[in-house]
C-alpha cells in the first residue's frame, strides 16, 4: 500500500531553526562543529586561524585556560581532530613554528600519544 502525503495550504509547518556552531565567524577556529554545549563560546577561548593564537588571551591555542575546561574527551575529540588538518596547514613551515608532530601533540593533549603515534597522526593528516 502506497501513501500519499498532499499539501495542505491552510497548515503551515514550524520553521527549523538554522544549525549553530561554535564560534561563528570567519577564521575562526571553531566555525564547523558544536563543542560540548558552546564550551568555545561560553569561554571565549577561540583559536583564530592562521596563526591559531587564543582570542582572548592570545597564547597558542588550544590555550591553558581552554585546557582547563572540564570536557568530556569524547565531545572533544571530534572537535578538536577536524581542526588538526587545517592548524597543521597553517602552522607548518612558518619561521620558528611547531612542526606537524608537535601540533597533533597541542591540539590531542588529553590523549596520551607517544611521539611515534604523534607522527603518524600528522602524517595522515597533511
Do not use: N, Q, Y
Not at 571553531?30 to 571565549?44: E, F, I, W
Not at 611521539?115 to 600528522?122: C, N, T
Request: charged share 25%; net charge positive.
Amino acid at each position: 500500500m502506497r501513501t500519499r502525503w498532499l499539501l495542505c495550504p491552510t497548515r503551515k509547518l514550524p520553521e527549523r531553526e538554522p544549525a549553530r556552531s561554535v564560534g561563528a565567524g570567519p577564521g575562526v577556529a571553531g566555525g564547523r562543529a558544536p563543542l560540548a554545549a558552546g564550551v568555545l563560546t561560553a569561554t571565549a577561548h577561540v583559536g583564530h586561524r592562521p596563526a591559531w593564537d587564543c582570542g582572548r588571551c592570545g597564547e597558542p591555542w588550544p590555550c591553558p585556560a581552554f585546557r582547563a575546561i572540564r570536557v568530556d574527551s569524547a565531545a572533544l575529540l571530534p572537535v578538536m581532530s577536524s581542526l588538526l588538518g587545517g592548524a597543521i596547514r597553517d602552522l607548518r613551515g612558518r619561521p620558528e613554528g611547531p612542526e606537524p608532530p608537535e601540533i597533533v601533540r597541542r591540539f590531542l593533549w588529553f590523549l596520551p600519544l607517544t611521539g611515534e603515534e604523534a607522527r603518524a597522526v600528522a602524517r595522515r593528516l597533511r
